[in-house]
């Protein structure tokens, strides 16, 4: 049977995740179904040496296509529980004139540390993403690396692979 404790968790893992899709609506007023992308990754987060999976929605804000906001949905699996960031990145498509562009960008991030020690609370912290990357611009299912820095209390390096339909 579920404690509420892990009630707690669900109920604000997924309002955060309702909040970062809705950001996402909200700062792409003119968005057509056809210009929003959905994409998976996984990788590894340095610091903490543990893996990570999770998912994105990549919109364009410009009519060039240079610019995109990126919210995203991480959660790093460590020994004594998991680590979740939320973030809202926007980067930069420098263009390539190719079937693959390179980006740079950054964003606000959430990050929420559950832990499985009793006595040990979980903790919560604000912080930024500071990333780059390159990816494939054309195809239905396109694979993209990216790595970025997460600045915050407890700054981490994470690399990741991923790809997008």
Not at 62 to 84: I, K
Request: with cysteine; charged share 15%; net charge negative.
């Amino acid at each position: 049977m579920p404690t509420q404790t892990m009630k707690s968790r669900f109920l604000f893992h997924a309002l955060s995740i309702l909040g970062i899709l809705l950001l996402a609506l909200i700062c792409a007023p003119a968005v057509k179904a056809a210009d929003v992308d959905f994409g998976v990754r996984g990788g590894v987060d340095a610091d903490e040496e543990q893996p990570f999976v999770g998912g994105e929605v990549l919109f364009s804000m410009d009519s060039n296509q240079q610019w995109f906001g990126n919210p995203n949905v991480e959660h790093v699996f460590l020994d004594n529980g998991g680590l979740t960031m939320y973030s809202m990145d926007f980067h930069y498509d420098f263009p390539q004139g190719q079937s693959y562009t390179w980006w740079a960008g950054a964003g606000p991030t959430l990050l929420h540390q559950d832990t499985d020690i009793p006595n040990d609370s979980d903790s919560t912290d604000a912080g930024v993403n500071l990333l780059v990357g390159v990816g494939a611009t054309q195809g239905k299912v396109r694979p993209y690396g990216q790595f970025k820095v997460v600045v915050a209390d407890d700054t981490s390096a994470i690399a990741g692979l991923g790809i997008r339909f």
